[in-house]
């Protein structure tokens, strides 16, 4: 079973960054993709970004692709998302996933396992 743990959230203006962490248990967190997905309140969740295994291959909501960058540190069991150009309609709860495979996946059907969120809030 693998577990996973956000940090890095909190309350910002727009225009400000934060890098969220993503902390990964487990000796095989290096064998499979990671995504980071996104709730706003009374809104459905959104996909944020995914990363495979290796960590060469990424993918980004239309929302988000060149304002934010996901990366890995398979040796520390870590994953990372840099939010830059920071909007109020970034606005959510972040939390990370694990896919089932070694691909990352913009669907949240090939996830297995996710943490339990850490808190953006941008102000205008």
């Known amino acids: 079973q693998v577990q996973l743990v956000e940090s890095g959230g909190g309350l910002v203006q727009a225009g400000d960054s934060l890098r969220l962490s993503c902390a990964g248990s487990g000796r095989t967190f290096s064998i499979y993709g990671m995504g980071w997905f996104r709730q706003a309140p009374g809104k459905e969740r959104e996909f944020v970004a995914t990363?495979?295994?290796?960590?060469?291959?990424?993918y980004y909501a239309d929302s988000v692709n060149g304002r934010f960058t996901i990366s890995r540190d398979n040796a520390n069991n870590m994953v990372y998302l840099q939010m830059n150009s920071l909007k109020p309609e970034d606005t959510a709860l972040y939390y990370c996933a694990k896919t089932r495979g070694s691909s990352g996946s913009a669907s949240w059907d090939d996830y297995d396992y996710r943490g339990p969120g850490t808190q953006v809030t941008v102000s205008s």
């Open positions: 990363i495979s295994a290796g960590g060469k291959a990424t």
